[in-house]
Nanobody
Framework: QVQLVESGGGLVQPGGSLRLSCVFSGSIFSIYTMGWYRQAPGKQRELVATITSGSSTNYADSVKGRFTISRDNAKNTVYLQMNSLKPEDTAAYYC?????????????WGQGTQVTVSS
């Protein structure tokens, strides 16, 4: 069974940086599109960034130019480098693994890691 384990969250001052990591296990990491999503209290979960098996990336407009998603297939890990953090980036951040096969979809989530941006 696929497991996703996030780490790297914490408390950071506005303008600071954090790097989130998500370690994937239980299947073939390289075929999955990996993503980071976030959910703030009282709000819906929203897309932050995705990276395909071919390393094509996509970002929410709110994080473009500040966040960078990357993957290391040798380490089964996806990263989210977050720079110039703002208070509105405060949320629980979730790792997602998605793969479409013939007649099926595999869609997995991590348990989340909290990011708090505050002075």
């Amino acid at each position: 069974q696929v497991q996703l384990v996030e780490s790297g969250g914490g408390l950071v001052q506005p303008g600071g940086s954090l790097r989130l990591s998500c370690v994937f296990s239980g299947s073939i990491f390289s075929i999955y599109t990996m993503g980071w999503y976030r959910q703030a209290p009282g709000k819906q979960r929203e897309l932050v960034a995705t990276i395909t098996s071919g390393s094509s990336t996509n970002y929410a407009d709110s994080v473009k130019g500040r966040f960078t998603i990357s993957r290391d297939n040798a380490k089964n890990t996806v990263y989210l480098q977050m720079n110039s953090l703002k208070p509105e980036d405060t949320a629980a951040y979730y790792c997602n693994a998605l793969h479409y096969g013939p007649g099926y979809v595999n869609d997995y989530w991590g348990q989340g890691t909290q990011v708090t941006v505050s002075s």
